[in-house]
């Protein structure tokens, strides 16, 4: 075939640029950084998820009983702690439906200090420890239930019970602390965000709202409801004193056994856990309930030694030490278990 030519006089026709934007480095360059950086994305994703836990915190769901609770049937671990939530919002194993002869079927209710937050592995908590521990020190069986909640007060404790009863526990032990008599039924809106109630979308994402960002903006969580003592509470405290007759007769009703376990905060310790203390001795001596002051169990060691915060929420330690004065106390808590 002739070559083609171009006519004489005719006007030329420009040729495609070649080695231009879409051929040039810079967009070569943008393409490997936007490549990288989603790259970088997927993998922090993937490990702050897979290996971190986060994206996965443990919920809370409204309860129209209880203002809320632990959602159920939770099994969730995070920052390399094991939190595992039965189908009735409680931190511990499944309640058997038909009970071995002879065992000892124990129902701790409380707060954030029994239920311990995630920052404490599921087998270090102490109610797991007297799980394992028990049945050697009894010679039976023993099943531990662990009904709690972040920012839960006596009220909340008790409408636990009224709505779900005592699971045909043999003894339940109400674990209190120093701001639960002075302190009003606890709500989602008491909580916030510190008790989430959904998960968020990325794992990125809570990284930055629940960590990076209040640190940058020198945020302070929201209190626990339960942590702050309440000056001239006169009306609450009796409120709760009735919450705890309530308790007491339910529990009663129901062919159980109360007994009141007052772990304090150990920032508090000799003062005001006094007040507290003397309040609670004087109810259960009225009452006749077996009562462990454990107080003595903390006092030797310092804030920094068995909590996680300022002397409040109990670390791995602290859960030890309460454990083990449970056990020692055992034989004048439950005479004839």
Not at 29 to 39: D, K, N, P, R, S
Not at 120 to 145: M, N
Not at 307 to 329: C, F, K, S, V, Y
């Amino acid at each position: 075939m002739p070559e083609r030519t171009h006519p004489p006089g005719a006007p030329s026709i420009p040729r495609p640029l070649r080695n231009g934007w879409e051929h040039s480095p810079a967009r070569r360059l943008t393409f490997w950084f936007l490549g990288a950086l989603i790259l970088f994305t997927l993998l922090t994703e993937a490990g702050l998820r897979f290996i971190l836990g986060l994206g996965n915190p443990i919920l809370i769901q409204a309860d129209p009983a209880c203002s809320y609770i632990l959602k159920p049937d939770q099994d969730v671990k995070r920052f390399f702690v094991h939190t595992r939530i039965n189908h009735y919002g409680m931190r511990s194993d499944e309640p058997s439906q038909k009970r071995q002869p002879g065992s000892l079927r124990l129902m701790f209710v409380g707060d954030s200090v029994t239920y311990a937050g995630t920052r404490v592995d599921q087998q270090q908590i102490f109610t797991e420890l007297l799980h394992r521990e028990l049945p050697a020190q009894l010679h039976r069986p023993v099943e531990v239930l662990n009904a709690s909640a972040g920012a839960w007060a006596p009220d909340n404790e008790l409408a636990y019970l009224r709505s779900r009863g005592a699971f045909q526990s043999d003894i339940v032990l109400l674990v209190l602390n120093d701001g639960d008599l002075a302190q009003p039924r606890s709500s989602l809106a008491d909580v916030g965000e510190d008790l989430p109630h959904q998960r968020p979308l990325t794992a990125i994402g809570e990284l930055f709202t629940r960590f990076i960002r209040p640190h940058i903006l020198q945020l302070t969580q929201k209190a626990d409801a339960g942590d702050q003592l309440s000056a001239n509470a006169d009306a609450q405290i009796r409120a709760n004193l009735a919450n705890l007759d309530a308790i007491h007769a339910l529990v009663t009703s129901q062919g159980a056994r109360l007994v009141l376990i007052f772990v304090p905060f150990r920032r508090d310790i000799p003062s005001p856990a006094a007040t507290q203390v003397a309040i609670l001795k004087s109810w259960t001596g009225t009452n006749h309930i077996p009562m462990l002051d454990a107080t003595s169990a903390e006092a030797p060691y310092t804030s920094a030694q068995i909590t996680l915060d300022n002397g409040i929420h109990l670390n791995a330690h602290g859960h030890r030490l309460i454990a083990q004065a449970i056990e020692n106390a055992w034989p004048q808590l439950a005479p004839n278990p």
